[in-house]
């Protein structure tokens, strides 16, 4: 008989169950009547508990189970081969299916046309064999998928190709292993054989839904049981939320119909009322009750049971609840044992959990399992073997050192550091390098690199690395890892680090195995191949760990949503495209091949659209679990800054019920302390060590320093405050790339004085460059470093664009009146600077500073003598495209041509001279797009490419001074018809007095930035007047956050 128990959560299934099968154990004595109680995996030990409780409390003369048992399906097959007897078949781990399955594409190679060349990526390979194993679990043989004809060309050639696939692996499996799928079939068949369940009686609890083979036991129960009682979440009405369980209860009652199987049906739900007595009064029940319906509230009800929660970012929201948790439990409100955390991926919220819910003093279980991919010893394994096959990539070399496995202490972090300075990389770079620790690591590795070089076969190549494994004592170091964890109370740590040695050695074993035999063609080959198999190895194993705990907070997915007793739930993660998820279509099989073999009755599992419909009954369950106590909240960013919004669904579904319901935001208090608000950090820091940070005495400055703080105040405190670098890398960026040019055009313009007026070419030009570019290579940062082809094609382009530019300088200098005074000249305390830093007093609001002390050095400045008057010209060479405004002098942005005209005027007796220009002198385009055309004569319209801008005197003579009164483009100006320039209403011309404002403007922004500096006033507030935005190219960045270009 079977028996059809239906209703929603709360209404009493399980309760039901527990009780019959109690009353079952008490009246039953003989062993051939033993009963059997089927739960998912994850529920057996709490039905167990919750049996065991339940006869505890009834006050039973029998306690305990005696022989009737709780069990999961997978559990079941193996106490039915136990009993039974199985065969000499070796079980096939996990990982000896895919190196079972590589071995048979391996063998296949030649004869497949759609999955050619598959045996080369590991990730398709994993999701090969997920489709193989579904295919057993439903029946589907090779036979049949070489047979079927669907009319669609390439789905009928991807099946073909999949049958022969299926047949060569069951080919290699037969009669030498057994996975899963096999256990099962032979417990089917032991079962018809011998009846195993005539007589007895099944309950079947918390499933949604059951696979081909699941129902084929089914089958076999309801015509051997007493009675087969089966419990399903829906309350028979339709809703949309119970749509995968309607389906389930469809099809077990046609089942019982076709096997003449008397069925009936018990609908717990059918009274509206009767999970009442779960939820009591509360707004969880009106919430359970609308939640299937997605129909509004009747009336207007209290939504004090459940909290909405927006927070910053997903570190508040777990710190957020783990503040509520602690309240519940030191109130007395719930025990932990009765709180859950659900989540729709645990993998994103699981490290801040552990480091959170350790500080709080939570105990917790995450009731998920473990991927190894940030195993240390995983890390080093893989990054060895790809330091091998990609010819020691930096990126390789890091990973490995970085796990620390390898013993190298504290010179890991010096190694690191030496590496990316020096760019090494390279077998043949490596081999020269004399650095003690450098030179140790690559004999070890050079060892390993000859000893692969000698092995034939994959077999030989795993036994070298073996030997490898045993000389760096790699399971020592994990083992006393694992007791070093056990002792700072890290047990789940210490767990996975005690079984990862077996593992790795499993991999290998199955690799040798199957693979053996895999020919090999040297070292990289060896590597790469042993790279891509144990790869596609450790990806199918995952750790899971027992609660040390009974009375532990328990962290679910809400696919694993528990039954049982749960006063209070923390639904974290409720964002938009996570809750429900979206699934993409992106299987070997796609929804619309699954479609068209459906309709040839090739069953199969859910395709994605069936996925995210179930996505709604996941949604219920979590919701309608706790008593007491609901609370939703969702992050406005995630851990990377990039915003997120709200699941619509999730708040759709409150809302309905609770329209007045509101939501607790995020205190700015707390957001200003959370860990994405340094800026209220630093203010914090300031206020409370406000002596460490006052400035006193003399300040030294520069005016590059000046601007930085007028860009960003706190950019300016991490820089020049506390001092941050970059690490240093010996990658050729592009701001080397224009220090380079800068440089050169410096070393050329020396030149200058040595040829007449109008005696220069662009051939001489390059010849000049040629010549001193060894020089300025010398001193740049990447001297040492060996260039790739890449970057030193680069640097010959920007030779090729120094020679045009120092051509145009000399052009310019040629074409007016303006003499060169110097290049690169200094203005500071030293003896052999010819000009004097600038000294400033400070304002009244500091006067703990005696004096404010700019000094720097000018690329160029030039002097024009005429009518008994000096005219100064600065030039600051840009290798990017730069202006000056008004607006930017006032905003403290652009003082470095005002403080450079200054310093240069103030060596002068006042009234001897005066300001003729301040301008920038561009090299061209933008170094980032230098063309060819820069190897042969300049274009045409290469002048206006390379004309000064900033501003100029409105004068007539100091104009003709720099231009020489001809169309040359030596400054930027609207060209006339007639030849010339014009600068009719251009914001380049600037009187005197104009000139003296800004001269004032520069000098009071010097005084005012040293102002709040020596107050210690570091804001996270850049400059809204700067383009580009400073936060775009801010090495920073990543220290604040900051989003104020984006």
Known sequence: MLNLVAGRTGSGKSGKCITEFNAYIQRSGAADAYAYFFVPEQYTMLTERRLLDYQKAEGFKIQGLIGHEVLNFKRFSYRILSTYGGDATEPLCECGKIMMLTSALENLSGKLKYFSGLSERPGEIARLLSLLEEFGKYDV??????????????????????????????????DRFTDENDVFERMLNHIRKNEFFRGRSVWIDSFTGFTSKEFELITLMLRQCRKVTVTLCTDLRGEPAFECTDNTFRRLKDLAERNGIPCSVVNLSADPESNRSKYGNSSLFYLEQALPTLRGAAEKRSAQQITLAECHGPYDEVVRC????????????????????????????????????????????????????????????????????????????????????????????????????????????????????????????????????????????????????????????????????????????????????????????????????????????????????????????KIGFLPSSIDSVQIMNIERSRSGEVKALFLLGANEGILPSHFADDGILRDQERELLKKHRVELADDSGAKASKENYYIYAALSLPSDFLEISWPLEDISGKEMKPSPVILRKIRNVFPHISICRQPQAERHLSEKSPDTAVRIAGQTNLDLLKLKGVFHTTVSR??????????????????????????????????????????????????????????????????????????????????????????????????????????????????????????????????????????????????????????????????????????????????????????????????????????????????????????????????????????????????????????????????????????????????????????????????????????????????????????????PYADPPPCRYCNMRPICANCADS
């Not at 080397?736 to 007026?757: K, Q, W, Y």
């Not at 082809?789 to 303006?818: C, P």
């Open 322 to 541: 783990a503040r509520q948790i602690r309240r519940l439990h030191d109130t007395g409100s719930a025990e932990y044992r009765h709180i859950a955390v659900a989540l729709r991926n645990v993998e994103g919220y699981d490290v801040m959990i552990k480091a959170v819910f350790k500080k709080y003093g939570i105990p917790f279980y995450i009731d998920d399992k473990k991927m190894l991919d940030n195993n240390p010893l995983i890390k080093t394994i893989l990054g060895i073997l790809s330091i091998l096959a990609d010819d020691w990539q930096i990126k390789d070399v890091l990973e490995c050192l970085k796990s620390g496995i390898l013993n190298f202490g504290a010179d890991s972090d010096r190694m690191e550091n030496y590496i990316l300075k020096k760019g090494l990389r390279g077998r043949r770079r490596w081999k020269k390098e004399s650095e003690e620790f450098c030179a140790l690591f690559f004999s070890e590795l050079d060892a390993l690199t000859a000893s692969f070089s000698n092995c034939k076969t994959i077999k030989e190549v795993c036994v070298a690395f073996s030997l490898f494994f045993s000389k760096w004592e790699f399971r020592q170091t994990m083992e006393a890892l694992s007791e070093d964890l056990r002792d700072s109370s890290q047990p789940e740590l210490s767990e996975e680090y005690s079984r990862i040695w077996n593992i790795v050695m499993e991999v290998i074993e199955q690799v040798v195995l199957f693979l053996g035999g895999l020919p090999m063609h040297g070292a990289a080959d060896a590597a790469g191949k042993l790279l891509r198999l144990l790869s596609a190895g450790f990806s199918q194993y």
């Open 141 to 174: 043989t090779w036979k049949l998928l070489g047979g079927l004809e669907t009319g669609d060309v390439y789905l009928d050639r991807k099946l073909r190709d999949l049958g022969l696939i299926l047949q060569e692996y069951q080919a290699m499996k037969k």
């Open 706 to 1023: 000046i601007e930085s703080y007028y860009k960003c105040p706190f950019s300016y405190l991490l820089s020049y405050g506390l001092r941050l670098r970059p690490r240093e890398e010996a990658a050729l960026e592009l701001y080397d790339l224009g220090t380079v040019l800068h440089e050169i055009v410096n070393e050329a313009s020396d030149h200058l004085f040595l040829l007449p007026r109008g005696a220069a070419d662009l051939a001489q030009c390059r010849e000049i460059v040629e010549g001193v570019y060894e020089t300025v290579a010398a001193k740049m940062r990447f001297a040492d470093t060996e260039l790739s082809g890449r970057e030193t094609h680069a640097l010959e382009r920007i030779k090729k664009y120094a020679a045009a530019a120092f051509f145009h300088v000399k052009k310019q200098l040629d074409a007016g009146s303006f003499s060169v005074c110097g290049f690169e000249v200094p203005f500071d305390d030293t003896d052999h600077s010819i000009l004097r830093p600038i000294v400033l007093k400070p304002s009244a609001e500091t006067p703990f500073l005696e004096k404010i002390s700019v000094t720097g050095r000018i690329d160029r400045y030039d002097i024009m003598e005429e009518n008994g008057k000096k005219y100064v010209r600065v030039i600051d060479y840009k290798s990017a495209p730069v202006t000056l405004s008004d607006r930017e002098i006032q905003a403290g942005i652009k003082l470095q041509l005002l403080t450079y005209l200054n310093a240069v005027l103030d060596s002068y007796p006042k009234g001897t001279a005066y300001p003729g220009g301040a301008l920038y002198f561009k090299f061209g385009d933008d170094i980032t797009t230098v063309k060819s055309h820069l190897s042969c004569a300049p274009a045409k319209d290469s002048e206006k490419q390379f004309a000064m801008n900033g501003f100029v005197l409105d004068d007539r003579c100091v104009l003709d001074g720099m231009t020489g009164g001809s169309e040359t483009g030596v400054i930027g100006g609207r060209r006339l018809s007639g030849g010339g320039l014009s600068f009719a209403g251009s914001k380049m011309l600037k009187s005197e007095e104009e000139f003296q404002t800004m001269r004032e403007w520069a000098y009071a922004n010097i005084q005012n930035a040293a102002a709040q500096i020596a107050e210690g006033n570091y804001p996270i507030a850049p400059s």
